[in-house]
């Protein structure tokens, strides 16, 4: 038998863009999909730059792994997609504040367009619940 797939879009998160939720949940595994740095409450983007948007990005992620039972400290990995690498600091700035001294598995890429004008930066994860 199959493992039964759970998905979900919490309230106070960015609303996807296309026919998905955020989440799928299976088990203690989580993952979630490419978001962006959206500002929830208003559907703009959280900023023109790539530190807002990030920051952006993972508040979203932390109120999405709680409806699931889990935070930013069981992330297992990260992957990042940075439409400029000239903004990889700036990224990472923004990206440790969010996590603190967990460090999860982390790739970031460079691409050369986003879905949605005006966004910098999008990210997608895996992690596992706190049980």
């Not at 996807?16 to 999909?33: E, L, S």
């Not at 997609?81 to 000239?86: D, G, P, Q």
Request: glycine share 10%.
């Amino acid at each position: 038998m199959a493992p039964n797939v759970e998905t979900s879009t919490p309230p106070n998160t960015p609303a996807p863009i296309g026919p998905y939720n955020h989440i799928a949940k299976t088990g203690p595994f989580i993952t979630i999909g490419g978001t962006a740095g959206v500002d929830p409450a208003t559907g703009k983007l959280a900023g023109p730059d790539v530190h807002a948007q990030t920051k952006a990005i993972l508040n979203s992620f932390a109120v999405m792994l709680a409806s699931v039972g889990s935070d930013l400290g069981h992330v297992l990995h990260i992957n990042v997609f940075l439409k400029e690498m000239a903004d990889f600091e700036r990224m990472n700035q923004a990206y440790i504040e969010a996590m603190g001294g967990h460090r999860p598995a982390r790739t970031v890429i460079g691409v050369r367009e986003l879905p949605r004008p005006g966004v910098l930066v999008t990210m997608n994860l895996t992690a596992v619940t706190r049980e």
